[in-house]
């Protein structure tokens, strides 16, 4: 048996999956019969099938390179890149699955051949592309992507998959065996994904507080945070240690760094013996009511168990509690959405008995095993 005469069958049908080209069945089923007589009967078929595939999956990438930089604008690149990436990364799964070693059983002696696995193959594509195009484009694909998070948190209409292939990047690109795989994502993506959403409130939300006050405003919180929370799961790596830290910002964006603030306006509501009627004025949607309600007892309650001395905030607690008792809200059930971490949570339900006086369950924060996966840090 020829080297070249078998290659010659195979050939045509590699090409076809490289260029994702339509392949039929039993041409794929092909593909796997000629591999295997190759590397089984020929003695340095294997690695001639992998020197052939580097030299047409290097021809494939600096193809691909030159159409995605042949765009002028950085929309126009990250589209482009999108386009290409998407198209590839999908054949990284497929082309590589012929070439495992299908015959450790019946030669043994070939343990010493290079070995085609899928996870070779699929390195070595991955690798190419990495070092012929993303690493060099990736900044601007960063930043490109990094508005359009902007973009969509304004309102706007965006294409999601844009961003996510950025960060997919990002991660596929460097699972490298004996490196830490998500440390390039980490220090790159997380890192200034996370530092845009601080960025980003931090120069909003002063000036929504002075026009909202802070009952209308505190809505706003609560919206934006559960906005921040779907976001997160849709754009960040969940499987990174420090994915957590995104919504911890995000809480202390929007909440924590007003706290003085919101307490002093509840102070003074409680004093007043006005709450229900600021709280009427300001939410009239029931659902928005009882959230309000929530999100301030919460806030009183992280705020009583961080200062467990302070008696003024013990009062500022009692109170509230005794005018929403008095209040007879209907219940909500769990329609309420609520977008704030366990361990914001955790201190509420302290005062689960409250908690279920605005219509809230807080059995199905603490307890619920998909939810404790959502909001625990």
Not at 127 to 137: A, G, L, R, S, V
Not at 190 to 210: M, N, V
Not at 294 to 299: A, Q, R, S, Y
Request: net charge negative.
């Amino acid at each position: 048996m020829h080297f070249d005469e078998e290659w010659v069958k195979a050939e045509p049908i590699v090409q076809a999956l490289l260029y994702q080209k339509s392949v039929t069945p039993a041409a794929w089923q092909d593909l796997f019969y000629h591999v295997y007589k190759i590397t089984s009967w020929i003695t340095d078929g294997s690695e001639r099938i992998r020197n052939i595939l580097t030299n047409q999956i290097d021809r494939y990438v600096y193809e691909a390179n030159s159409r995605i930089r042949s765009l002028q604008t950085d929309e126009g690149l990250l589209n482009c890149y999108i386009k290409e990436w998407n198209r590839f990364y999908k054949q990284a799964s497929i082309l590589p699955l012929p070439f495992k070693k299908i015959d450790d059983f019946s030669h043994p002696k070939r343990r010493s051949v290079v070995e085609l696995q899928e996870e070779t193959i699929r390195s070595l594509m991955l690798e190419k592309w990495n070092e012929t195009i993303f690493i060099n484009i990736s900044e601007p694909l960063l930043i490109e992507a990094l508005r359009l998070v902007k973009e969509e948190r304004d309102g706007n209409i965006i294409d999601s998959n844009n961003i996510i292939g950025i960060r997919e990047s990002f991660v596929a690109l460097n699972e490298k065996l004996g490196e830490e795989p998500l440390r390039v994502y980490i220090n790159t993506f997380e890192k200034q994904f996370i530092a845009q959403t601080t960025e980003y409130y931090e120069k909003i939300c002063r000036g929504l507080l002075a026009e909202l006050g802070v009952i209308e405003y505190m809505v706003y919180a609560d919206k934006k945070l559960e906005e921040e929370q779907k976001r997160a799961y849709k754009y960040l790596e969940m499987s990174s240690p420090t994915a957590k830290k995104h919504m911890e910002k995000a809480v202390i964006a929007l909440v924590e760094n007003f706290e003085d603030t919101i307490l002093a306006e509840c102070s003074k509501l409680i004093a007043q013996r006005d709450v229900e009627r600021e709280f009427m004025i300001n939410v009239t949607n029931p659902q928005r009511l009882a959230s309000t309600y929530l999100v301030v007892i919460v806030k009183l309650c992280v705020m009583s168990r961080r200062s467990s001395s302070s008696s003024v905030h013990k009062s500022r607690l009692h109170e509230m509690k005794l005018i929403i008792a008095s209040r007879n809200l209907s219940p909500i059930d769990e329609t309420v959405s609520f977008g704030y971490p366990m361990r914001i949570i955790q201190s509420a339900a302290l005062f689960q008995m409250d908690m279920k006086v605005v219509g809230v369950n807080v059995d199905r924060f603490t307890n619920a095993d998909e939810n404790r996966q959502q909001y625990t840090y």
